[in-house]
């Protein structure tokens, strides 16, 4: 089977289990078996679902200062959550080929699969919402063929990326390219590093 065969399927249900209560304070319920590829899939684009109500609400021009700056710490979290999920899953890659004996010649990506796989989280959610721009009655007929357009485009990408996506597995499991992982090594959130933080001391 293919990745992304897996992989799509389990964004869709993320979203529709979040939009079922539409809250950003909502439980996860993840239904699969703990440290699973599916249960990390699913936890992933939970946490995307939730950053993506968050970054709607703390773009609301009324919002309290105090209420935004500690929804901004809420999302600068996410942010790191997501990140760390995504070297998890890039961990899953490496243990899955690591007996692939590379070919000469073989060509590293521009990117891991797990951040392959973080763009088409959010690329489930823009499908989703655009979905419901489409669906509004309140709109007007400029508004909804546009939504129609925007919509295709992000179907289309969908398939070109679940597509690129796969092709880069395949590649790597036959030995074709290889896989070179980066911590993101982020300094803002590390009081060593971030001279605002250090700079207190």
Same mark, same amino acid.
């Given at each position: 089977?293919?990745?992304?065969?897996?992989?799509?399927?389990?964004?869709?249900?993320?979203?529709?289990?979040? @939009?079922? @209560?539409?809250?950003?304070?909502?439980?996860?319920?993840?239904?699969?078996?703990?440290?699973?590829?599916?249960?990390?899939?699913?936890?992933?684009?939970?946490?995307?679902?939730?950053?993506? @109500?968050?970054?709607?609400?703390?773009?609301?021009?009324?919002?309290?200062?105090?209420?935004?700056?500690?929804?901004?710490?809420?999302?600068?979290?996410?942010?790191?959550?997501?990140?760390?999920?995504?070297?998890?899953?890039?961990?899953?890659?490496?243990?899955?080929?690591?007996?692939?004996?590379?070919?000469?010649?073989?060509?590293?990506?521009?990117?891991?699969?797990?951040?392959?796989?973080?763009?088409?989280?959010?690329?489930?959610?823009?499908?989703?919402?655009?979905?419901?721009?489409?669906?509004?009655?309140?709109?007007?007929?400029?508004?909804?063929?546009?939504?129609?357009?925007?919509?295709?485009?992000?179907?289309?990408?969908?398939?070109?990326?679940?597509?690129?996506?796969?092709?880069?597995?395949?590649?790597?499991?036959?030995?074709?390219?290889?896989?070179?992982?980066?911590?993101?090594?982020?300094?803002?959130?590390?009081?060593?590093?971030?001279?605002?933080?250090?700079?207190?001391?």
């Amino acid at each position: 089977m293919k990745f992304t065969s897996l992989c799509n399927p389990i964004f869709v249900q993320v979203i529709e289990d979040y @939009h079922k @209560h539409d809250h950003v304070d909502t439980p996860i319920k993840n239904p699969y078996p703990l440290r699973s590829i599916e249960y990390y899939l699913y936890l992933k684009n939970w946490i995307d679902t939730v950053q993506w @109500h968050l970054e709607d609400i703390i773009r609301d021009p009324q919002i309290d200062p105090v209420a935004a700056l500690t929804l901004k710490r809420r999302i600068d979290k996410s942010n790191q959550d997501r990140t760390d999920l995504v070297e998890l899953i890039d961990s899953y890659f490496l243990d899955q080929y690591k007996e692939v004996k590379v070919i000469e010649g073989a060509l590293i990506n521009t990117e891991s699969p797990a951040w392959a796989i973080d763009r088409l989280s959010i690329l489930a959610l823009k499908i989703y919402h655009m979905r419901k721009e489409v669906e509004r009655t309140d709109t007007t007929p400029e508004h909804h063929t546009q939504c129609e357009k925007k919509l295709a485009v992000l179907l289309e990408q969908q398939v070109d990326l679940s597509t690129a996506i796969d092709q880069l597995l395949e590649d790597i499991a036959a030995g074709r390219k290889y896989m070179k992982v980066y911590k993101q090594m982020k300094m803002y959130n590390d009081p060593a590093l971030n001279p605002v933080l250090y700079g207190k001391k």
